[in-house]
């Protein structure tokens, strides 16, 4: 089966990003990185953050999304947003796809939700005192309702 891809686009924050490789580590998703990082792949947060797990990460470093998109023509890409109404839970995943957040302090830009409306989405946060969630947080529940949705779980 495919794994799942989850994608940071200029993540800015190392421990984030080390717990999101832990995630990805134990979950066999791919990890891919776009853009610019606020960090080096070096640094000591972000490889305390992923422990000992970093040789299990299967990691990809791209330019910019245009031309991870471009790689896999046939993909399927998903946007989290604090920016949306659509919840996750309606996405419908499959093995494979693409499930791509933004930088911590922006999210993801306006005029690519614009143009990906039909695949984008939130994750509900019903007593509207919190903003958003932290992004490794929340790739772990999109990424794990993902594998529910798949049957990947059992």
């Known amino acids: 089966m495919k794994p799942f891809n ?14 999101i490789a832990r995630l990805c580590a134990a979950t066999g998703s791919v990890l891919h990185l776009v853009g610019k990082l606020g ?14 797990y970093w040789e299990f990460v299967s990691l990809i470093k791209w330019p910019d999304l245009e031309t991870l998109r ?16 659509s919840s996750y839970l ?7 796809d693409y ?12 005029d690519l939700l614009q143009a990906n409306q039909e ?11 919190v903003r958003s969630l932290n992004l490794s947080t929340s ?6 309702e993902a ?4 049957g990947m779980l059992s």
Request: aromatic share 10%.
């Open 6 to 19: 989850i994608v940071l686009i200029e993540p800015e924050i190392p421990p984030n990003t080390g717990n």
């Open 39 to 52: 960090f080096s792949l070096d640094d000591r947060y972000l490889k305390r953050a992923g422990l000992d």
């Open 70 to 85: 471009n790689s896999v023509p046939e993909g399927r890409f998903f946007y989290l947003s604090t920016k949306v109404k």
């Open 90 to 96: 309606d996405a419908g995943f499959r093995p494979g």
């Open 99 to 110: 499930i791509v957040f933004g930088k911590e302090t922006k999210g993801l830009p306006e």
């Open 119 to 129: 695949t984008s989405f939130t994750i509900p946060m019903p007593s509207g005192h």
């Open 139 to 144: 790739a772990g529940i999109v990424l794990y």
């Open 147 to 150: 594998l529910r949705q798949s």
